[in-house]
């Protein structure tokens, strides 16, 4: 009789362990949301020698000949820092690209990660996006296995929309300024990926 005694108190011993386990786990496993740090000396250093490279390579000689590259460079834009301000063809355009996901404002949270907590929260945010009298473009940072950073430049011509580039870069731009000194040297890679 005292065995079978023992036994149930064990096995109620055993199913509170699982469920502290459990709790525990669960409490402590938060969707993560990161904001990207500024780079370290010994990084930033690192970046100055690829960048040397990247200004005479032959993908950054060949943007300093595309028409559709220097247009861009050439371009006064207006910049605007918040999605909804952004002409909604061309938002329209970019979810359709994205299967429906939403873009973050700059101040908003999105996961730069791969590791999806919470679906709620998207994996694209803003960075500025900027528009003349026919063209558009914006740049956002795209979460996943490497967090990076997407320009696309969009013409528009009698409300149709058609995109010009689609690239990318591992760093996220400060300001239009730099944005375009990046696009010039070639930093920005031709990309299918959005």
Same mark, same amino acid.
């Given at each position: 009789?005292?065995?079978k005694?023992?036994?149930?108190?064990?096995?109620?011993?055993?199913?509170?362990?699982?469920?502290?386990?459990?709790?525990?786990?669960?409490?402590?496993?938060?969707?993560?949301?990161?904001?990207q740090?500024?780079?370290?000396?010994?990084?930033?250093?690192?970046?100055?020698?690829?960048?040397?490279?990247?200004?005479?390579?032959?993908?950054?000689?060949?943007? *300093?000949?595309?028409?559709? %590259?220097?247009?861009?460079?050439?371009?006064? =834009?207006?910049?605007? !820092?918040?999605?909804?301000?952004? +002409?909604?063809?061309?938002?329209?355009?970019?979810?359709?690209?994205?299967?429906?996901?939403?873009l973050?404002?700059?101040?908003?949270?999105?996961?730069?990660?791969?590791?999806?907590?919470?679906?709620?929260?998207?994996?694209?945010?803003?960075?500025?996006?900027?528009?003349?009298?026919?063209?558009?473009?914006?740049?956002?940072?795209?979460?996943?296995?490497?967090?990076?950073?997407?320009?696309?430049?969009?013409s528009?011509? *009698?409300?149709?929309?058609? %995109?010009?580039?689609?690239?990318?870069?591992? =760093?996220?731009?400060? !300001?239009?300024?730099?944005?375009? +000194?990046?696009?010039?040297?070639?930093?920005?890679?031709?990309?299918?990926?959005?």
């Open positions: 009789m005292k065995a005694k023992y036994w149930f108190l064990a096995a109620i011993a055993a199913i509170v362990a699982c469920i502290s386990i459990f709790v525990t786990f669960f409490s402590y496993t938060k969707p993560l949301v990161f904001e740090k500024p780079n370290s000396a010994k990084l930033q250093q690192q970046t100055q020698i690829i960048d040397e490279k990247a200004v005479n390579s032959p993908l950054a000689k060949s943007n *300093k000949k595309d028409k559709k %590259i220097i247009k861009f460079l050439s371009t006064d =834009y207006r910049t605007i !820092n918040k999605a909804e301000k952004i +002409q909604s063809n061309i938002l329209n355009t970019l979810y359709e690209k994205f299967a429906g996901e939403k973050a404002n700059p101040d908003e949270k999105f996961n730069p990660s791969d590791v999806i907590f919470d679906d709620n929260i998207p994996q694209r945010r803003l960075v500025f996006a900027g528009n003349s009298s026919d063209s558009w473009f914006v740049c956002y940072e795209h979460g996943g296995r490497g967090l990076h950073c997407h320009l696309i430049i969009f528009i011509e *009698k409300e149709k929309v058609q %995109i010009m580039f689609n690239g990318n870069y591992f =760093y996220k731009p400060p !300001n239009l300024k730099q944005l375009k +000194q990046w696009v010039g040297e070639g930093k920005f890679h031709k990309s299918e990926c959005w």
